[in-house]
């Protein structure tokens, strides 16, 4: 019967798909690859998988494209044919199990190199658990007292610990904050412990349950484990996870380890002489060689720990202390995570800080927290990369951009690992409105430095130009996440919002105002108690022929007999020119340019206008938000309409003193901007 059963765990003529990396490496988080398949060999390969038929492949590394080497069972979906008869097909990979290379043959392709097929076996949790990738050490006898940590990730990035006392998740790094937050908008907690726990020792399985409710995270309620641990419990082998929706009509998932989880035990440095010696003997080092061999271990072991206690000291005085202290304890932090040796917790800790700044309004602290992040991101450790860094942001900042992301390809050629190149690239890309490749660039970054909250805005941006509206925002909240007063993710997400807003609220009104200013003088809803004027400002005819401008002032003013405070979320303008022409635009009211009013109080600005026509009528109008029953209740008001040409004329200097007490919002000028 084992026989029969090691037989089932075989595939024969499996056709192989390779890159250079494996696939968790080349993977999205949830294991899913998107692969577009071009070359004859793998189109060949898509049309034997294809619906109706197994829809299974193998993927292994190029090096391990041989007899011996190791894989994974992928299952593919989503299949979209170009043309079935060439090419090319967009289809997305999964990873099922993994598997061992027995044999490998090759089948020719006509216009392409040849098709791999492979005679494999599949490897169980039991046959993963008996493999043991490291010698087996003292105190890893079972899991109780170890600590697991993901690739990519560290202590308390999702990490599991195993405590005599209880088992849990921590969420305590600062690097956890890439999370998304629960689906109630908090934070994961700091721990999450593990319920119903139970562990075979026999089959070295973990069983336990991490329940939300009655919140949920990413739609899911429950999510139920199975640990299979390696033989010398190094790592999580087998088994996975199920994840149990909070809506009973919806999907539940399965993740497995090993294939879409990655993890591995904690590793403890040998911080004493004793436990160094010890292992140097079994190695087989001379004793008379023993002092020498353990000091030149030993020395940079207490190095790393000396930095880590620095930072552990830097941390604490940074969150807390007089403010002195804290500004110190941020510099000493900067030196700590700058190249070309950075201490790796040093950069956690600096985000850790930069939270605890936020929460507390500590702005000098948190602009010299940021400022550290800035230099370290800036820096690569290699002069000449700097140097050719330093040209591309020159050429940045020169708005020669398709000379800019040409240097930054130099950067990367020399320094792929280098986050600063790719977020650069992705600026210059976003300039030249090549938004899917900035976008690109800007996932590269992050893959190397997730909690870049610049990268992260950036991408959205990028996103919201493309019309991928939801993913623009997760990428804005994420970026507020880490810092939660980053202005550009804040007016950004701001904008966004009050976008759809406007479109919902105001546009309609627009529309209907600006077919009747055509025509006649529209039925206006002017705020009794708001106002606006404009006088013209006089032009030198010689040097500004063609050329109007208009200097207006406005109150808006929040009657007394009215209920609760009102918050601006846009305006708009409708100018009628001599000739006819019709010009309507928005403007949102975000960051500086918000106001809120109670009842009774006024808000007061002025800007100026440059044309290239004379103005005949202007109307203006504003969208305010206020709350009835504790839900948003939106207000279209007008203000009454205006005549220019008719109206006072000044000289540039009045306009300062018209304009005391009122706030300056700037100037625009709707020649080069609209022609109008």
């Known amino acids: 019967m084992a026989r029969i059963a090691r037989r089932c765990l075989r595939v024969k003529d499996l056709p192989l798909f390779s890159l250079q990396h494996s696939f968790r490496e080349l993977a999205e988080y949830s294991g899913e690859l998107a692969l577009n398949l071009f070359e004859p060999r793998y189109v060949e390969l898509a049309r034997r998988i294809a619906p109706p038929g197994p829809s299974q492949f193998g993927y292994a590394q190029v090096l391990q494209h041989k007899a011996g080497g190791r894989g994974m069972l992928v299952g593919a979906s989503n299949f979209n044919w170009h043309d079935p008869k060439e090419g090319p097909v967009v289809l997305t990979a999964r990873g099922l199990q993994r598997f061992r290379i027995l044999s490998v043959q090759s089948e020719e392709v006509e216009g392409g190199d040849p098709l791999y097929l492979a005679h494999v076996q599949l490897l169980s949790d039991r046959d993963l658990s008996r493999m043991c990738g490291l010698r087996k050490r003292p105190g890893a006898a079972d899991m109780v007292g170890q600590v697991y940590i993901q690739d990519g990730g560290g202590l308390g990035s999702a990490s599991y610990?195993?405590?005599?006392?209880?088992?849990?998740?921590?969420?305590?790094?600062?690097?956890?904050?890439?999370?998304?937050?629960?689906?109630?908008?908090?934070?994961?907690?700091?721990?999450?412990?593990?319920?119903?726990?139970?562990?075979?020792?026999?089959?070295?399985?973990?069983?336990?349950?991490i329940n939300w409710a009655p919140r949920s995270w990413r739609g899911d309620q429950r999510w139920e484990y199975e640990m299979v641990f390696s033989a010398d419990y190094e790592s999580i082998v087998g088994g996975g996870v199920t994840a149990v929706p909070a809506d009973p009509g919806g999907t539940t998932k399965f993740l497995r380890f090993g294939v879409n989880l990655h993890y591995n035990r904690l590793q403890l440095s040998l911080d004493t002489a004793e436990a160094v010696t010890d292992v140097l003997l079994q190695s087989g080092v001379r004793a008379s060689e023993m002092e020498a061999s353990a000091g030149a271990y030993l020395e940079p072991v207490r190095a790393r720990m000396s930095h880590r206690r620095a930072v552990r000291r830097a941390l604490k005085r940074a969150t807390a202390g007089r403010h002195i202290d804290r500004l110190m304890a941020v510099q000493r932090l900067r030196r700590l995570a700058a190249p070309p040796k950075p201490v790796a917790q040093a950069e956690n800790a600096l985000h850790v800080a930069l939270l605890t700044a936020a929460e507390r309004g500590e702005g000098e602290v948190q602009m010299a927290i940021e400022e550290a992040l800035r230099v370290c991101w800036e820096d690569s450790g290699n002069a000449k990369v700097n140097a050719e860094m330093a040209q591309g942001v020159q050429l940045l900042q020169?708005?020669?951009?398709?000379?800019?992301?040409?240097?930054f390809t130099r950067v990367l050629d020399q320094a792929p690992n280098f986050a600063e190149a790719w977020h650069k690239r992705s600026m210059a890309f976003y300039a030249q409105k090549k938004f899917r490749e900035a976008v690109e660039d800007c996932v590269k970054a992050l893959d190397i430095r997730p909690l870049h909250y610049w990268c992260l805005t950036g991408m959205g941006s990028c996103h919201y130009e493309l019309g991928e509206t939801d993913k623009a925002k997760e990428c804005w909240k994420a970026a507020l996440r880490i810092c939660p007063t980053m202005p550009g993710a804040r007016n950004k997400l701001d904008?966004?919002?009050?976008?759809?807003?406007?479109?919902?609220?105001?546009?309609?009104?627009?529309?209907?105002?600006?077919?009747?200013?055509?025509?006649?003088?529209?039925?206006?809803?002017?705020?009794?108690?708001?106002?606006?004027?404009?006088?013209?400002?006089?032009?030198?005819?010689?040097n500004y022929p063609g050329v109007w401008a208009y200097f207006f002032r406005l109150s808006i003013r929040r009657p007394e007999s009215t209920e609760g405070p009102v918050k601006s979320r846009a305006r708009f303008y409708l100018l009628k020119g001599t000739d006819g022409k019709v010009f309507p635009f928005l403007r949102s009211t975000i960051g500086d340019s918000s106001f809120s009013l109670e009842p009774g109080e006024e808000y007061k600005f002025c800007w100026c206008l440059v044309v290239g026509r004379e103005i005949q009528r202007a109307m203006a109008g504003l969208l305010l938000e206020g709350s009835a029953d504790g839900q948003p209740e939106y207000h279209n008001e007008e203000l009454p309409m205006l005549f220019p040409t008719g109206s006072p004329e000044i000289d540039l200097a009045d306009a300062a003193v018209l304009g005391d007490g009122y706030t300056f919002t700037g100037h625009l000028d709707l020649r080069t901007l609209a022609d109008f």
Do not use: C
């Open 495 to 542: 904008e966004a919002e009050v976008r759809e807003l406007v479109d919902e609220q105001l546009w309609p009104r627009m529309v209907r105002l600006v077919t009747a200013f055509s025509d006649s003088e529209p039925q206006i809803q002017p705020l009794g108690s708001s106002h606006w004027d404009v006088h013209r400002i006089r032009m030198d005819e010689t």
């Open 398 to 407: 020169d708005h020669k951009m398709e000379e800019a992301a040409e240097a």
């Open 161 to 209: 610990h195993f405590e005599p006392q209880g088992s849990y998740i921590s969420y305590e790094s600062a690097l956890s904050t890439a999370f998304s937050p629960l689906d109630d908008g908090s934070q994961p907690p700091a721990t999450k412990a593990f319920e119903n726990t139970s562990f075979d020792k026999d089959t070295q399985t973990f069983r336990g349950t």
